[in-house]
């Protein structure tokens, strides 16, 4: 008999057929997921009708899986994987992308078929902050704090931005957890600011969460962090209205961005920013690829189109960073 973990190989060999012929035939005779398919023939054909234009054809995909949590009853198993799903593309590029995803295997009519498939994480949801904290941070006025800035001299006033520390952070740590920060469930934008303050971009310290940008981790069981952070909004809303220290330029297009620049994202378009990531590389027509947290991701193209979250409602603010803050 075909057991579910038969299946469950079955369903990985056949997703790395599905990214490089965006055909979803191949799971059609034991994926019974209605919802599943709408999402994924979304994404797939935003895939193919962008090939093109990205300078990115998949030449080929390799998915591996490990299983980190199973329950296993006699007709019903739900289990959750940490998904590992690399690309291969015909310019000479390749990106991953680590995720977690919780499949339900139902026994029925003498076999073993997959009724749901659900991503665990989603780029989607943002970091709890009431409306009111993140608004504040447009008050923020800078204030630097020499003692957290790793023994620089206050005589120091021009500080440069290494963009490729912070690039190498990001490549170091885009699939793990640095051991030095607190990790969220949604840390997109808590490894974007780990990444800039790589780069060499001064903390704004203020003691106050709602105010500047620092990190000082736990103490006696409370959160010593400012929202802008963790938060996607609440970075972007500090960028806006610094202007020492790490502070910013809005640029009009993608291709205008730097290595260790900024990509700010509105799901919904509404001025909510719920995503956050950072520029590592460029494809050879000068697309932004980039590195972020949530849904691990490595050069990955910069609009995320393969993603569930993006809409036609989407909008993006391209942040440059000076070469001297």
Same mark, same amino acid.
């Given at each position: 008999?075909?057991?579910?973990?038969?299946?469950?190989?079955?369903?990985?060999?056949? $997703?790395?057929?599905?990214? !490089?012929?965006?055909?979803?035939?191949? /799971?059609?005779?034991?994926?019974?997921?209605?919802?599943?398919?709408?999402?994924?023939?979304?994404?797939?054909?935003?895939?193919?009708?962008?090939?093109?234009?990205?300078?990115?054809?998949?030449?080929?995909?390799?998915?591996?899986?490990?299983?980190?949590?199973?329950?296993?009853?006699?007709?019903?198993?739900?289990?959750?994987?940490?998904?590992?799903?690399?690309?291969?593309?015909?310019? *000479?590029?390749?990106?991953?992308?680590?995720?977690?995803?919780?499949?339900?295997?139902?026994?029925?009519?003498?076999?073993?078929?997959?009724?749901?498939?659900?991503? !665990?994480?989603?780029?989607?949801?943002?970091?709890?902050?009431?409306?009111?904290?993140?608004?504040?941070?447009?008050?923020?006025?800078?204030?630097?704090?020499?003692?957290?800035?790793?023994?620089? $001299?206050?005589?120091?006033?021009?500080?440069?931005?290494?963009?490729?520390?912070?690039?190498?952070?990001?490549?170091?740590?885009?699939?793990?957890?640095?051991?030095?920060?607190?990790?969220?469930?949604?840390?997109?934008?808590?490894? !974007?600011?780990?990444? /800039?303050?790589?780069?060499?971009?001064?903390?704004?310290?203020?003691?106050?969460?709602?105010? *500047?940008?620092?990190?000082?981790?736990?103490?006696?069981?409370?959160?010593?962090?400012?929202?802008?952070?963790?938060?996607?909004?609440?970075?972007? /809303?500090? /960028?806006?209205?610094?202007?020492? *220290?790490?502070?910013?330029?809005?640029?009009?297009?993608?291709?205008?961005?730097?290595?260790?620049?900024?990509?700010?994202?509105?799901?919904?378009?509404?001025?909510?920013?719920?995503?956050?990531?950072?520029?590592? *590389?460029?494809?050879?027509?000068?697309?932004?690829?980039?590195?972020?947290?949530?849904?691990?991701?490595?050069?990955?193209?910069?609009?995320?189109?393969?993603?569930?979250?993006? $809409?036609?409602?989407?909008?993006?603010?391209?942040?440059?960073?000076?070469?001297?803050?």
């Amino acid at each position: 008999m075909i057991t579910w973990k038969s299946i469950l190989n079955n369903f990985i060999k056949d $997703s790395n057929r599905m990214e !490089v012929e965006h055909s979803l035939d191949p /799971l059609r005779s034991y994926v019974m997921d209605q919802n599943y398919y709408r999402l994924e023939s979304h994404r797939l054909d935003r895939l193919h009708k962008y090939s093109v234009k990205r300078d990115q054809k998949v030449l080929r995909s390799e998915t591996s899986a490990r299983i980190i949590q199973v329950n296993e009853q006699e007709r019903l198993v739900v289990v959750i994987l940490r998904v590992n799903k690399r690309w291969e593309y015909d310019n *000479g590029k390749d990106s991953e992308q680590v995720y977690l995803e919780q499949l339900t295997f139902t026994y029925r009519r003498g076999e073993w078929v997959i009724t749901k498939i659900d991503r !665990v994480q989603s780029e989607r949801s943002p970091r709890p902050a009431s409306f009111a904290e993140q608004e504040q941070q447009k008050l923020a006025q800078p204030y630097i704090n020499r003692a957290v800035l790793s023994n620089r $001299s206050e005589a120091i006033r021009a500080i440069p931005y290494h963009r490729q520390l912070a690039v190498n952070y990001a490549n170091k740590w885009w699939n793990m957890a640095n051991p030095a920060y607190e990790h969220f469930d949604v840390d997109c934008t808590n490894f !974007v600011s780990q990444c /800039l303050f790589a780069g060499g971009a001064p903390m704004n310290y203020t003691g106050r969460r709602e105010t *500047g940008w620092w990190y000082e981790g736990y103490e006696h069981g409370r959160e010593r962090w400012s929202f802008s952070w963790a938060v996607a909004n609440s970075l972007q /809303l500090y /960028l806006q209205s610094s202007h020492s *220290g790490l502070h910013t330029v809005t640029v009009d297009s993608a291709r205008k961005l730097a290595l260790a620049d900024i990509i700010s994202y509105d799901w919904d378009g509404d001025t909510r920013y719920q995503h956050s990531a950072i520029v590592t *590389g460029f494809t050879p027509s000068g697309e932004p690829l980039v590195n972020a947290h949530t849904n691990d991701s490595r050069d990955r193209l910069w609009d995320y189109k393969d993603s569930y979250a993006w $809409s036609e409602r989407t909008r993006y603010t391209f942040v440059h960073i000076p070469d001297i803050l």
